[in-house]
């Protein structure tokens, strides 16, 4: 293992895969990839992601957030790449991760009621279903 992917948005979720992340990073001696994705607006009819980026959640907040993640990895002696990501944040993940040849993603898991697994989806599952390589989920 040489590459790991890990999605951050500094979550509790993704604190966690970010930590896991590290540890395995540090066991392989692999390189850190940090990706934060900045949505985009979807369209009402469709529900798909078009048009303009999401004004709530912008690049500029993700880039800060990566680059405190990032400081964590250099810490603890690792080196890291930070890669932007916008769009559908499962698409953007599993994109960058074939993008950048990695061997595993890592990505935190939320706790949803019924409710939300019943109307939405979930990014780390969609990971899990699209990507090339290995998914750890952590929980």
Same mark, same amino acid.
């Given at each position: 293992m040489?590459?790991?992917?890990?999605?951050y948005d500094?979550? !509790? &979720?993704?604190e966690r895969a970010?930590e896991? $992340?590290l #540890?395995l990073?540090? %066991?392989? /001696?692999?390189?850190i990839?940090?990706?934060s994705v900045?949505?985009v607006?979807?369209?009402?009819?469709?529900g798909?992601?078009m048009?303009?980026? !999401? &004004?709530?959640d912008s690049?500029?907040?993700h $880039?800060a #957030?990566m680059q405190s %993640?990032? /400081?964590?990895?250099?810490?603890?002696?690792?080196t890291v790449?930070?890669v932007r990501?916008i769009?559908?944040?499962?698409?953007?993940i599993?994109?960058?991760?074939e993008?950048?040849d990695a061997d595993?993603?890592?990505?935190g898991a939320r706790?949803?009621?019924?409710m939300?697994r019943?109307?939405?989806?979930?990014?780390s599952q969609?990971?899990?279903?699209?990507?090339r390589c290995?998914?750890?989920?952590?929980?």
């Amino acid at each position: 293992m040489k590459t790991i992917l890990v999605g951050y948005d500094q979550t !509790d &979720p993704s604190e966690r895969a970010l930590e896991r $992340a590290l #540890e395995l990073a540090k %066991a392989f /001696e692999a390189k850190i990839l940090i990706t934060s994705v900045a949505r985009v607006m979807a369209d009402a009819g469709t529900g798909r992601s078009m048009g303009g980026i !999401d &004004p709530t959640d912008s690049p500029e907040e993700h $880039a800060a #957030e990566m680059q405190s %993640a990032a /400081e964590r990895a250099r810490t603890a002696g690792l080196t890291v790449e930070l890669v932007r990501a916008i769009g559908d944040p499962a698409e953007a993940i599993v994109k960058a991760a074939e993008q950048n040849d990695a061997d595993l993603i890592v990505v935190g898991a939320r706790e949803r009621g019924w409710m939300q697994r019943m109307l939405d989806h979930s990014v780390s599952q969609d990971v899990a279903r699209h990507a090339r390589c290995d998914v750890l989920i952590v929980h």
